[in-house]
């Protein structure tokens, strides 16, 4: 026979459930798909001069997640216009690019859909905010290019990049390599304290039906 604690408590154990899925974060973080492209686990080729591999069309890593932004950071919007992240943000980083094989002759993918497992925030396709965020977003042991090259990022007149919820659509046209980093929806790490706190909501939750 249950508890009168059970039956008059139906959604007990499922709201303790989503509770704990607040406090531990989904599994975000990743690129769940790349059309006529190539998602990594991380890159192979570790080139200070940008390249992680060449290939004639998208290819895309997952660099971090779960990031606490310390400083407000410039983005593009899915719409193409600009605007600043604010600090204390929770995002993932992702690096997509476009750097075809050789370097005589420009390349154009159109309509690309790259798909992924939380909503995008914004883009970093300029050169300079893309340089200046390769410390704070980027793979630790990855050797980032820092030079100045226009075709480091991906703001070509060519270049269209929008988005709305998960999914990113590109059409880019490179010869050098063209890329950008894509900040998605991060999911909130829980402190020690957090989870202390939920294990003695447990606790207290058994010694009531007994």
Do not use: C
């Not at 704990?20 to 570790?46: C, H, M, Q, W, Y």
């Amino acid at each position: 026979m249950k508890s009168v604690y059970e039956r008059t408590n139906p959604m007990r154990k499922s709201a303790t459930i989503v509770l704990l899925a607040a406090l531990t974060g989904s599994a975000f973080g990743g690129i769940v798909s790349i059309d006529d492209g190539l998602v990594k686990s991380a890159p192979e080729v570790n080139d200070p001069l940008r390249n992680f591999g060449e290939g004639d069309f998208i290819q895309g890593f997952t660099e971090r997640s779960s990031v606490t932004l310390t400083e407000d950071v410039r983005i593009q919007l899915g719409d193409g216009s600009n605007a600043w992240l604010e600090a204390g943000t929770v995002v993932n980083s992702h690096m997509i690019y476009l750097d075809p094989v050789g370097t005589s002759t420009a390349i154009t993918v159109e309509n690309i859909e790259v798909t992924f497992d939380s909503d995008i925030i914004g883009l970093i396709t300029n050169v300079s905010h893309m340089r200046s965020t390769n410390e704070l977003l980027g793979l630790g042991e990855l050797n980032y290019y820092n030079g100045t090259d226009s075709d480091y990022g991906a703001n070509g007149a060519a270049d269209v990049e929008l988005f709305e919820g998960s999914t990113l659509n590109l059409s880019i046209r490179s010869r050098l390599g063209d890329y950008m980093r894509v900040l998605t929806v991060g999911s909130v790490v829980p402190t020690p304290g957090s989870l202390a706190l939920l294990g003695a909501a447990g606790l207290v939750a058994g010694r009531r039906r007994r």
